[in-house]
């Protein structure tokens, strides 16, 4: 079809009706959040490949009970972290998570200094390593508000809880997470955005 | 003026621009196996079933008969399974051609002393006797192994070779093995340690892709693909879904 792309609502009613295309290209729309999503909670790339692939298959079978007029990405986060966290659990795996911190940066992205873009990679990589360092829980809230930037109400629907436990949870693990950095740690003042 | 930023708006800040810097596995390209797996699954629930002839005229029987090949062909085409290296093809009227996979088209076995070295990974095998035969297995993505088991009470013998159990261990997520099947029927998706796994237990043709083009065998043994971390398995017997799986899982 050509013209503007359909939206997640059209989609979905064209999946709904048996249109699988249609549906792919939901997939295609939000596979790489829902990777993340799924490899932040699973803590390995293959289970959460097989996670992520699983999950829309059973969400197509589910759409009967979705509302199109719903947001498509908070409700699939949610069928993806279930089955990401089913797959870590039955593996009976504690895998540190091999987050890493890109090494290099894009070459459309602004260049700094060589000494503040050293200090920058060097917090994040504290701060990563500090992550590893929570609760399961505490990690989980933290990675989904603010790794992935997921709005307050898509980390409740994606980690199945009220926002308000998402709130509770974020400020315990912030304060948790200050605790695990080195003394005098301070993030560099860079701007949101 | 300036808003003040309490400890934590600062510690959110940089939590974020972590997570734009993080070095995540790349997006595995999820659409075209969930749009697959649908589409096998579509065509499993929805057999057609014929209409009563004497109500349908000649011709418009013909045009349905036509338009319901297009569909098929069209689907037939769009049916594509990807697991690890290994890719399955849906071609309707394929006739298996080319010679099994055996000793006579593997060159010399490889010494297993070698084998590790050679193909660069661990090799792993299924409980029971140790393999007969270890060959290196040249393919497009790299080196991988192929081990041969004589065939046994253990093993029945597999159509055209002495063999009674082949297990090929590929290390690559690039394409290299290809299977063309028949019909949705001959592939059946299973669970192999959890993981999504897919057999075929009907004659078929394997195309393994290698940098000069691609050689091409008749398979007539069932074969069982998955995955364990970044290493795809193939295994070829003559036995049962139930064992084959129980055979796949003991591979340590």
Redesign the interface.
Known sequence: MEGRPLEDAELVELAKG?D??A???L??RY??I???TA?LIARN??D???A???A??KA?YALDRFRSADPFRPWILRIVSNEARN?RR??GRRERLA?????RRGPGDAAPSPDAAAI??E??RT??AA?EMLPERDREV??CR????LSEAETATTLGIRPGTVKSRL?RG??R??RELPEGFA????R?G | MAESRTPEDTLAVALRHAGRELAYPPTPPISQGVVARLEVERDRRTRPRFPAVALWSRRRLLAVVAVSLIGLLALAFAARLVIGAAEIRVQPGVTPSGPPLGPDVLGDPFPVERFEREIGFAVRVPAGPLPDHAYVFVAAGGNGALLAWEASERYPSLPGTPWGLILVELRTDQGSLVKDVGGFDDIQEVRVNGRASFWIDDPHQLHVITHEGSETFRVGGNVLIWTRGDVTYRLETSLALPEAIALAESVR
Do not use: C, K, M, N
């Open positions: 048996g699988v295309r549906y792919g290209e997939v295609d596979r790489e829902s990777f993340r490899y790339g293959a959460a490949e097989d992520t692939q699983d829309f298959v197509y797959r039955s593996a987050l890493r911190v890109a090494e920058a990679q917090t994040r701060l990563v992550l933290i990675a603010y790794l992935l930037e400020s912030l304060a997470l200050r993030p560099s003042e860079e949101d």
